[in-house]
């Protein structure tokens, strides 16, 4: 099931959620880069994928894959686990934070969006897919939060739901049809 969603439906995924060519994007929590490999891919050699994971194990596969596919677009980086970056304000095309969210406590979350806030370039895009809360297959720290209840935390960190997509993704390395939020900043004046 994994090397279909390498292909096809991995491009067709980034096409419906808008990732581009040139695209500058950010994998946070990429783990073994499932949806690294398919962005470098979409978005050329015009464009740069950052994979970040805190697992080196995870990392040292995604370089493998890369290898294997000839892509030179792909950077990873060991996280310590710091939720600040070292990327500079208005960075990122897209950011990614797939699968990843149920593993940080509110406090942590809200650190991440006022740092997604700060890299994320003012015409880009927060993607996020919230697995794991209470409306869906419930685990850690989004166990008792809805995605109504995630949406509204997200926003209240000056972005806004810019669509839903229902859409077919990879997890666990099986396919599903689940949604996939993208956020957009809101611009102060």
Same mark, same amino acid.
């Given at each position: ?6 292909? +096809? ?7 419906? %959620? ?29 464009? =740069? ?27 990873? %980086? ?27 406590? +509110? ?43 995630? %949406? ?5 960190? +000056?972005?806004?739901?810019?669509? =839903? ?25």
């Amino acid at each position: 099931m994994v090397s279909k969603w390498d292909d +096809k439906l991995a491009i067709e995924f980034f096409n419906k %959620i808008g990732l581009e060519k040139g695209n500058y994007v950010l994998d946070f929590g990429c783990g073994e880069g499932y949806f690294t490999i398919p962005a470098a891919q979409k978005v050329t050699k015009e464009g =740069r994928v950052f994979a970040l994971d805190i697992d080196e194990k995870n990392l040292n596969k995604l370089t493998k894959k890369a290898k294997k596919r000839s892509l030179e677009n792909i950077e990873t %980086i060991t996280s310590n686990g710091d939720l600040q970056t070292k990327f500079q304000d208005n960075y990122f095309d897209m950011i990614l934070i797939y699968d990843v969210l149920h593993m940080f406590n +509110k406090q942590q979350r809200e650190e991440l969006f006022d740092e997604f806030y700060r890299i994320l370039k003012d015409s880009g895009r927060l993607s996020i897919y919230p697995k794991h809360t209470a409306d869906n297959f419930p685990l850690h720290e989004l166990k008792h939060t809805y995605v109504d209840e995630l %949406i509204k935390e997200i926003e209240c960190h +000056k972005f806004a739901l810019a669509n =839903r997509i229902k859409t077919k993704i990879l997890h666990n390395e099986e396919l599903q049809e689940d949604d996939v939020y993208n956020f957009k900043k809101e611009l102060l004046l």
